[in-house]
């Protein structure tokens, strides 16, 4: 399998309520916004180190069980260089002013969650069927880009009432070719 390095490509839409399959994800993708400008260096996968607790002997002075409370947040985050008003009411929120010339900020925050599909450099996939995203404006070599940190949170249930998984992986030799 080829190795999972960088990140390409990046879209975003509404939470899933399926599992994601190879053979969906260029209709899933239609159906998404595509991230059309990322500033160079910003675009990253990251997971957290699991939260562990450790049992201490008390005679010897060493762990004797570990316990894994957490498994680490997975985070996808970029900074888009170029966006509409629109990514910005859609991604931080706001209200759209003049027919989408324009912006305004709100006091009130809000939470919002999206689908996330990354493909990487080596042509692979990443889905996050539910992330939390939070969007706040990036200082980046002078622009003002809208960056985004997109964290994989529990995934809604399917209509059967199985739970979807918060992140899937796919080989991309297996996709069918994404416009």
Same mark, same amino acid.
């Given at each position: 399998?080829?190795? @999972?390095?960088? /990140?390409?490509?990046?879209?975003?839409?509404?939470? /899933?309520?399926?599992?994601?399959?190879?053979?969906? /994800?260029?209709?899933?993708? !239609?159906?998404?916004?595509?991230?059309?400008?990322?500033?160079?260096?910003?675009?990253?996968?990251?997971? %957290?180190?699991? =939260?562990?607790?450790?049992?201490?002997?008390?005679?010897?002075?060493?762990?004797?069980?570990? %316990?894994?409370?957490?498994?680490?947040?997975?985070?996808?985050? @970029?900074?888009?260089?170029?966006?509409?008003?629109?990514?910005? +009411?859609?991604?931080?929120?706001?209200?759209?002013?003049?027919?989408?010339?324009?912006? =305004?900020?709100?006091?009130?925050?809000?939470?919002?969650? !999206?689908?996330?599909?990354?493909?990487?450099?080596?042509?692979?996939?990443? +889905?996050?069927?539910?992330?939390?995203?939070?969007?706040?404006?990036?200082?980046? $070599?002078?622009?003002?880009? /809208? #960056?985004?940190?997109?964290?994989?949170? %529990? =995934? $809604?249930?399917? $209509?059967?009432?199985?739970?979807?998984?918060?992140?899937?992986? @796919? !080989? #991309? %030799?297996?996709?069918?070719?994404?416009?």
């Amino acid at each position: 399998m080829k190795p @999972f390095i960088g /990140l390409k490509r990046i879209w975003y839409g509404a939470p /899933l309520t399926e599992v994601p399959t190879i053979a969906g /994800l260029p209709d899933l993708v !239609k159906t998404m916004t595509e991230v059309t400008n990322v500033h160079e260096g910003t675009w990253s996968y990251t997971q %957290d180190d699991p =939260a562990t607790t450790d049992y201490i002997n008390m005679l010897t002075g060493q762990p004797y069980y570990r %316990d894994v409370t957490n498994m680490g947040n997975k985070t996808i985050a @970029f900074t888009m260089g170029e966006y509409e008003f629109s990514d910005l +009411v859609t991604l931080q929120g706001g209200e759209s002013l003049e027919d989408g010339e324009g912006w =305004a900020s709100t006091s009130v925050p809000q939470l919002f969650y !999206k689908a996330i599909v990354a493909q990487t450099k080596t042509g692979n996939f990443i +889905v996050f069927s539910n992330a939390g995203i939070i969007a706040k404006t990036n200082a980046a $070599e002078q622009n003002l880009g /809208l #960056g985004v940190t997109a964290v994989a949170m %529990d =995934a $809604e249930k399917q $209509e059967d009432g199985t739970k979807l998984a918060a992140e899937y992986r @796919f !080989k #991309g %030799d297996k996709v069918a070719a994404i416009a």
